[in-house]
């Protein structure tokens, strides 16, 4: 394996929307009221999706009304 298979590279604010299917807004409440793990750089957003997963599947992106829902392919 070399050395760019074995580092996860960072996903930007509309990679992160896309592959959950949600919007802009619902991801900066989850950052902001639920403890999604983000990292902000400067005044972007990045995220590593495997962190995402793992939060995702811990619960931490549970449906409420205020949250918005996530697809089924997540």
């Known amino acids: ?26 991801v900066l409440q989850w950052i902001s009221n639920r403890n999604m793990p983000a990292h902000k750089v400067g ?3 990045k995220f590593k999706i495997s962190e995402v997963d793992k ?8 449906d409420n009304s205020s949250a918005g829902e996530i697809k089924d392919h997540v």
Do not use: F, H, P
């Open 1 to 26: 394996m070399n050395k760019d298979q074995s580092i996860e590279k960072w996903s930007s604010m509309d990679t992160i929307t896309d592959y959950l299917g949600v919007s802009r807004e619902t």
């Open 43 to 45: 005044r972007l957003w």
């Open 55 to 62: 939060w995702i599947r811990s619960g931490g992106a549970a």
